[in-house]
């Protein structure tokens, strides 16, 4: 069973800054995307300043926000690369098929990547981390490279918001519909 102490707080920063966008974008009536808590059960608790200093995972957690955007549900994991390839054991079974059932739903679902190395925030489309994901079941690579997204997906810092991930968001809703409309005319 995995353990809250053998995490470390892995991403806390790169949630920090999300937490912090997900404030503005609630003070201006943008979104209301909520933190989703991981259920834990403490084992070791200092007992003066009543901190967990170990814990266990009372059941897999889905994803890391989940909330909507001007009536759209949305729900995305944050994930932190090092590198310029991107490990998608850092992405689990249950949180593609979360995702999944969620697209199913009419929502949307993404993943939010900070690249360490190109100091880079990157939104990946549920549709193109679903083709990684297929790739590596079928035998592929089980990572990908950084040189095979498309850098338009970059989120910027923008108007005082950390991580402005709602332009990428437009942009993905955008480019759902074109191909909707291709679908119709085909």
Known sequence: ?????????????LEEMIN????????????????????ITPIKIDKETRHIN??????KSTVDYIGVVQGIPVCFDAKEC????????NVHKHQIQFMKEFEAQEGVAFLLIYFKKHNLYYYLTY???????????EGGRKSFRFD???LSFQIHIKNGVCIH????LQK??????????????A
Request: net charge positive.
């Open 20 to 39: 912090i966008t997900n404030t503005k974008y609630r003070e201006k009536g943008l979104a209301l995307i909520q933190k989703v808590p991981t259920p």
């Open 165 to 168: 991930y709602l332009e990428q």
């Open 127 to 137: 549709e193109l981390l679903s083709k990684f994901w297929k790739r590596a079941l």
């Open 172 to 185: 993905d809703l955008l480019l759902r519909e074109a191909n909707i409309q291709d679908n119709i005319k």
């Open 1 to 13: 069973m995995a353990s809250w102490k053998s995490r470390g707080l892995r991403g806390s920063m």
């Open 54 to 59: 170990l814990a266990y995972f009372d059941q």
């Open 148 to 150: 095979e997204l498309d």
């Open 82 to 89: 090092a590198g310029d390839t991107f490990t998608l054991r």
